[in-house]
């Protein structure tokens, strides 16, 4: 009996993840974590090195928090 209540709550944790992860648009983060790749790929990215280092930062913390999402879920 206990397995199958800790299933069941297992269960219900994972669909509160579930829809977490709708409120904390782990989708837009995705495409926002694209499009800051690519801008880092263009040849004028470090024309600028503060405003550059900004954009790797932000990128670096983008992938931080949806790694730790992803973390949570599996």
Same mark, same amino acid.
Do not use: M, Y
């Given at each position: 009996?206990?397995?199958?209540?800790?299933?069941?709550?297992?269960?219900?944790?994972?669909?509160?993840?579930?829809? #977490?992860?709708i409120h904390f648009d782990t989708?837009?983060?995705?495409?926002?974590?694209?499009?800051?790749?690519?801008?880092?790929?263009?040849?004028?990215?470090?024309?600028?090195?503060?405003?550059?280092?900004?954009?790797?930062?932000?990128?670096?913390? #983008?992938?931080t928090k949806l790694g730790r999402?992803?973390?949570?879920?599996?």
């Amino acid at each position: 009996f206990e397995l199958e209540q800790f299933e069941s709550e297992l269960g219900d944790l994972q669909k509160s993840l579930c829809d #977490l992860g709708i409120h904390f648009d782990t989708e837009g983060i995705r495409n926002l974590i694209e499009e800051l790749e690519n801008k880092a790929s263009e040849p004028d990215f470090w024309n600028d090195p503060e405003k550059s280092q900004a954009v790797l930062k932000h990128l670096k913390q #983008l992938k931080t928090k949806l790694g730790r999402f992803q973390q949570l879920e599996s």
